[in-house]
């Protein structure tokens, strides 16, 4: 087909129903889709961001835990007993605690060993 013929059939044509649109309302109706995307986008943000705060939490506690019991009796722990102290016999004279100092024997008092000669 040639241009012509395509003309003389676009002419033979109605022009059809008004334009009822402006670009005004086309504007206007972009906003309103563009709002209401923007509010499911916030509110899918906000229910998937509590989700995995929850989906956390189910996850870290576990469901088997035993219930809190109360304590049971304290167990304590008794000392060694202290190695005895070496006491010689009596009439056995001890070590020499003072040097140039007398021997002198372990139920002596210090007064009957300072008067003795």
């Known amino acids: 087909m040639r241009d012509d013929d395509i003309r003389v059939l676009f002419d033979e044509v ?4 008004a334009m009822s649109v402006s670009a005004d309302d ?10 209401r995307r923007r509010t499911l986008a916030i509110i899918g943000s ?28 304290v167990r304590t722990v008794t000392p060694a007993p202290a190695p005895p102290i ?7 004279p001890t070590a020499d605690p003072v040097p140039g100092a007398e021997p002198r ?8 060993a300072e008067s003795t000669p």
């Open 14 to 17: 109605d022009d059809g129903p």
């Open 26 to 35: 086309v504007i206007a109706r972009g906003a309103r889709i563009r709002d």
């Open 46 to 73: 906000a229910l998937a961001s509590a989700a995995a705060v929850i989906g956390v939490a189910v996850a870290v506690s576990p469901a088997d835990r035993e219930p809190i019991r109360p304590a049971g009796p």
């Open 86 to 92: 070496a006491v010689p016999p009596p009439g056995v």
């Open 105 to 112: 024997s372990p139920g002596a008092s210090s007064r009957q």
